[in-house]
């Protein structure tokens, strides 16, 4: 198994789940029970299936939550830091916030949202920050309906132009994963709120700094409504092997 010593990945897990709370309650929604653990410690297990030995929460909305269960380290060898968001930041400056204050050092830093996840062999993506003059990535899953969220327009070269708006039919999605030169990290505006989609993104794109958009044909889940919270149990029970087991290789990659 390869070992990601230089990237660290941040799981931001700070928002407040507006269109489940009637069915969470006091529960945040990266905390959803699915198939018996935290929506969000399924997340962390396939982290460390893919090589990685620790992660930084961005927490926010019942934070309390997420670092009590958390604190009893519930996966062997992983090493959870909660970083709490005290006022809302925005994805991106929930993601500044975490690793001003985790005060860890790293080369590239893969950013995670809290509620969705891609059951793909990362290896290739994070094999991106090798590259000279990396600077960002997203990682793209193609879907055969994509009306629920926001499709990636790209050239011919595999690079970001624009996210699109929501639309029917097929398309290759912003999974919600993107990697991140530490470099260009320090170059991220200072204002907040600061959004990745909203803010990051279209700097760097103004900029003409090259975002790589890595795409991918994989399991993923998003627990965003209802009725995918509800199917993520099935979809986590038909996919343990991406938990437990090491699979060298289930998705169909390419970049």
């Known amino acids: 198994m390869t070992v990601f010593n230089k990237i660290i990945p941040v799981i931001l897990a700070g928002g407040f789940g507006t269109r489940l709370q009637s069915v969470l309650k006091e529960v945040p929604k990266p905390m959803a029970d699915v198939a018996g653990k935290p929506f969000l410690e399924w997340i962390l297990r396939f982290l460390k299936q893919n090589g990685f030995s620790q992660s930084i929460?961005?927490?926010?909305?019942?934070s309390h939550v997420i670092e009590s269960y958390f604190g009893g380290e519930p996966i062997e060898g992983f090493d959870v830091r909660?970083?709490?968001?005290?006022?809302?930041?925005g994805t991106a400056g929930g993601f500044l916030n975490c690793i001003k204050k985790s005060n860890l050092e790293a080369n590239a830093w893969l950013v995670c949202n809290?509620?969705?996840m891609t059951?793909?062999?990362l290896a290739p993506f994070l094999e991106l920050a090798n590259a000279n003059n990396f600077t960002a990535a997203?990682?793209?899953?193609?879907q055969d309906d994509a009306s629920r969220y926001g499709t990636l327009k790209l050239n011919n070269q595999n690079r970001l132009e624009a996210f699109l708006e929501k639309r029917p039919g097929r398309g290759l999605?912003?999974?919600?994963?993107y990697l991140f030169s530490d470099h260009i990290v320090r170059q991220f505006s200072d204002k907040?709120?600061?959004s990745f989609e909203m803010d990051v993104f279209p700097m760097l794109l103004m900029q003409e700094i090259p975002v790589h958009v890595f795409r991918a044909e994989a399991p993923f889940i998003d627990i965003g409504i209802p009725?995918?919270?509800q199917a993520s149990g099935d979809f986590i029970k038909a996919n343990k092997h991406h938990f437990y087991e090491h699979d060298n290789n289930t998705s169909t990659l390419t970049n």
């Open 138 to 142: 997203v990682f793209g899953v193609e």
């Open 173 to 177: 999605i912003n999974s919600g994963i």
């Open 114 to 116: 809290g509620d969705s």
């Open 57 to 62: 929460l961005s927490t926010g909305y019942l």
């Open 119 to 121: 059951l793909a062999n």
């Open 192 to 194: 907040m709120p600061l």
């Open 82 to 89: 909660c970083v709490e968001e005290k006022e809302p930041l």
């Open 227 to 229: 009725e995918t919270l």
